[in-house]
């Protein structure tokens, strides 16, 4: 990768346009030495960070192309491809106990400690310090949604379109959510329901992350939702908030299924849909329990852009084989099955963590992907004022997660102006705060 | 290179990890965490917490829904720590300078 020069669209990720001209593995992984790269392309996996432009252990799939950007791999040696330490990965086939290592002795595990501490962490400083840093902002809204896919542009544009001041954060460099990854919808059907959230009046603040929740900082607001743009921190009170953060890509259980080239169904899903890359040549499709729809829609998209596209269920497959990247897949029965690319269709796991902050209940339910949120028919949480709807309260789908949306944004708008008919407007009922 | 089924691909953790650290007496998701150190890299969890409470299901044999998830702290993603430095909660102590650290550096230069 390094020393080379690659062409790219300045609205694309770095993510994409290496996707695109064929680079590949960005880094290693910490203990041994496996080589990295993107997997979800949603900048949620933390697999494809690497060094832009001086700084460390950004997510290349949500960093945009300028430019004269520089892009360099990390924690390798020589460079990520071949790496030299890779070889930790073959003195431990059966894998390290670092609680164990080298403990016999008081001189060894001491050097052990030592070579082990120059070996680990994420990459190195910033090339130049940070002076400057940047004001707070403080935003007061009735409603707040928190993520722009299906269920939430459904449920910001319910709540707008009823008179609530309404707020959307979400996290990609594109508002959209998974109808950007799916055939089925695509490009044009999110940018039409954006416009219809902008056109209700909703505000956005897109690539930026709810990072955390804080009840004991303006108790008296009912608590902080802290937001991390590009470039500032907003602080966030609502009256009302609708959790609508989906789910995950994760993986699928199978040998060396870390294997560069290995990546999520929905993010091979997004290349195609949203950046029009096939991300292989020829890719071998693995489709998860609950995941046939999707899958079967992705593998006929593929087909229609020339990939040539083998399809296996996930309890076939053995291992993944290749070594910087992958190869083939291999399946119990011993057949392989050769290709560029495995696109892994698991169901996702929904992003609860950030309801979680808030107290909601949630409970491990494998069939729906994992820790969903419970929540009623209007999508009231165990906590009052916390509204949660879409895969985050277990995996539906798109088109589910959209109607679902539309109730509950509607509802959380409803409580929300009732409460603005005896408190009066959000904006002026509490002492500003903040910077 | 070694054949490894990796549920946590940021620490590097194993689905022969997780056998070995419910041998070991650590079976709740917060001791397992702690032991292997699953869900402690830059994605917090977000690909691997759901995998593996699933996998420590099928291990132990217990009921998922009995399955309680780690304790989800802040920041829920990587997050330049500048942008926190000038949040009004941070200077609420009375021991805590009035102005950021980074402050007395921008002076100097």
Redesign the interface.
């Known amino acids: 990768m390094e020393g080379q020069t690659i062409r790219a669209f300045t609205s694309e990720s770095v993510a994409a346009a290496l996707v695109a001209s064929g680079e590949r593995v960005l880094s290693r992984?910490?203990?041994?030495h496996?080589p990295?790269t993107f997997?979800?392309m949603e900048?949620?996996?933390?697999?494809c960070?690497a060094r832009i432009d001086g700084v460390p252990?950004l997510?290349a799939c949500q960093t945009p192309c300028t430019t004269g950007t520089t892009i360099e791999g990390q924690n390798a040696y020589p460079s990520p491809e071949i790496d030299l330490f890779?070889a930790v990965?073959?003195l431990?086939?059966?894998?390290m106990?670092h609680?164990t290592l080298m403990t016999g002795s008081s001189i060894l595990n001491n050097l052990a400690s030592k070579v082990v501490r120059q070996l680990s962490g994420?990459g190195k400083l910033p090339a130049t310090?940070?002076?400057?840093?940047?004001?707070?902002q403080l935003e007061r809204v009735d409603v707040c949604v928190i993520g722009g896919g299906p269920a939430g542009l459904a449920a910001a544009t319910a709540a707008a379109s009823s008179g609530a001041s309404t707020l959307l954060v979400d996290?990609q460099l594109r508002l959209g959510g998974s109808l950007l990854a799916d055939p089925r919808l695509g490009v044009a059907v999110a940018d039409a329901r954006v416009a219809a959230a902008m056109a209700a009046g909703v505000r956005a603040l897109p690539r930026s992350?709810?990072?955390?929740?804080?009840p004991e900082?303006a108790p008296e607001d009912g608590g902080?939702l802290?937001v991390?743009t590009p470039?500032?921190?907003v602080?966030v009170v609502a009256r009302r908030w609708v959790w609508a953060t989906g789910g995950?890509?994760?993986?699928l259980?199978?040998?060396?299924?870390?294997r560069p080239g290995v990546l999520a169904a929905r993010g091979v899903g997004r290349m195609l849909v949203q950046h029009g890359i096939a991300a292989g040549e020829r890719i071998c499709v693995v489709v998860g329990k609950g995941m046939d729809d999707y899958a079967n829609a992705l593998a006929e998209a593929l087909r229609g852009a020339r990939v040539d596209v083998t399809t296996t269920s996930a309890d076939q497959v053995e291992?993944a084989r290749g070594?910087s990247w992958v190869t083939a897949v291999e399946l119990t029965s011993r057949r392989r099955l050769d290709c560029d690319v495995v696109a892994v269709a698991a169901m996702p796991?929904?992003?609860?963590?950030?309801p979680?902050?808030q107290g909601c209940r949630?409970?491990?339910?494998?069939a729906r992907?994992?820790?969903r949120v419970i929540v009623d028919r209007d999508g009231r949480t165990s906590t009052p004022d916390v509204f949660a709807c879409g895969d985050v309260c277990g995996y539906v789908g798109p088109m589910a997660a959209a109607t679902v949306g539309a109730r509950v944004g509607g509802a959380a708008a409803e409580e929300a102006l009732a409460l603005a008919r005896e408190l009066g407007p959000i904006a002026t009922t509490a002492a500003r705060?903040?910077? | 290179?070694?054949?490894?089924?990796?549920?946590c691909?940021?620490?590097?953790v194993?689905?022969?990890?997780l056998e070995?650290s419910v041998a070991r007496g650590y079976r709740d998701i917060e001791e397992v965490k702690r032991?292997t150190g699953f869900g402690t890299?830059?994605?917090?969890?977000?690909?691997?917490?759901?995998?593996v409470?699933?996998?420590l299901?099928e291990i132990t044999g217990e009921d998922?829904?009995f399955?309680?998830?780690f304790?989800?702290r802040?920041?829920?993603?990587?997050?330049?720590i500048?942008?926190?430095?000038?949040?009004?909660?941070a200077h609420r102590f009375p021991d805590d300078p009035a102005e950021?650290v980074?402050?007395a550096?921008?002076e100097e230069?």
């Open positions: 992984s910490l203990k041994y496996r990295r997997f979800c900048g949620h996996c933390g697999g960070l252990n997510r890779g990965d073959f431990f086939p059966r894998g106990d609680h994420l310090e940070s002076h400057e840093l940047p004001a707070v996290d992350t709810a990072i955390a929740f804080f900082d902080v802290a991390a470039d500032h921190l602080r995950y890509a994760v993986n259980l199978f040998a060396d299924n870390d291992r070594r796991a929904p992003a609860s963590e950030g979680r902050q949630t409970v491990l339910d494998p992907g994992g820790f705060r903040g910077a | 290179m070694g054949s490894k089924i990796v549920v691909r940021c620490e590097d194993t689905r022969a990890d070995h032991y890299g830059p994605c917090q969890g977000k690909e691997c917490l759901a995998v409470a699933t996998a299901a998922p829904s399955i309680a998830p304790t989800s802040p920041p829920l993603a990587p997050t330049p500048k942008l926190l430095a000038r949040d009004p909660a950021p980074a402050a550096s921008e230069t």
